[in-house]
């Protein structure tokens, strides 16, 4: 089984760097100095930009998937931590009801790249706008913890 896990994540890490060295050629290419070549490698960047996203959403199932079937078994051999593992799944579940929340209550607006073009679907918006705001709860809780941290260390060492 080992073997089999290490064949996966070597593969995982593979595909990761052909897809980073195919962008990188790409986009050194696509700034070359004969239009007709900048024009094919522009495309060919265009598209790689595509399959980093794809390969990136591959990675994120991936990882989801892996958490979820390691805590399952996790569980079924350790029953006694379980309380732990639904207060985790329910925080997550508060966090991202939150951020969806947010994002319907105040809405989001049409987005100018930095190539110049209007993004205003309003689904990738709103998406988008919840992932940002999953990011924002996650790093204030996570400042939050450390600071709670800090103060429990300095009331215990007062005592």
Known sequence: ???ALKAVL????GGSVVVLLFTCIAAF???S??????????DLF?????IDLIWSYVLLAVAVLSVIVAAVVDKINHPAGLAKTLIALGSAVVVV??????????GVDAIVTAAGSIVDDPFVLKISEIGIYIAYIVAAVAVGVVVFDLVM???????
């Open 1 to 3: 089984m080992k073997k």
């Open 10 to 13: 070597w593969s995982l890490i």
């Open 29 to 31: 290419l696509s700034t």
């Open 33 to 42: 100095k004969d239009a007709d070549t900048a024009a094919l490698w522009s």
């Open 46 to 50: 265009d598209l790689s930009i595509n």
């Open 97 to 106: 009801g939150a951020s969806v929340g947010i994002t319907l209550l105040w």
């Open 153 to 159: 260390g300095l009331i215990r060492r007062a005592k």
